[in-house]
């Protein structure tokens, strides 16, 4: 079975907005070890979301792949196995 890994993004650099290429993710805040409690967040049909705990604000980019993040420096990279 494959497995499915939900796209992380944190907003460390105090940017104003993230773009991103997920509709489905987890805002963890900062980088760990000063990340907030990972907040798993879904934009169902809208293109905008803001994560109730940091208060950053995510929008989607189509042209983005789905672990991307302007800026870059805001996707958490993927675990590795």
Same mark, same amino acid.
């Given at each position: 079975m494959a497995e499915h890994v939900v796209p992380h993004f944190h907003n460390e650099p105090g940017v104003?907005?993230?773009?991103?290429g997920a509709k489905e993710?987890?805002?963890v805040g900062a980088k760990p070890p000063f990340d907030h409690p990972h907040i798993y967040l879904d934009m169902g049909d809208d293109n905008e979301?803001?994560?109730?705990?940091?208060?950053?604000?995510?929008?989607?980019?189509?042209? #983005?792949?789905?672990? *991307? /993040?302007?800026?870059?420096?805001?996707? #958490?990279?993927?675990? *590795? /196995?």
């Open positions: 104003s907005a993230i773009e991103i993710f987890m805002c979301i803001v994560c109730s705990y940091c208060s950053t604000l995510y929008r989607f980019n189509a042209k #983005l792949g789905p672990h *991307t /993040a302007r800026p870059p420096e805001c996707a #958490l990279p993927l675990p *590795t /196995a």
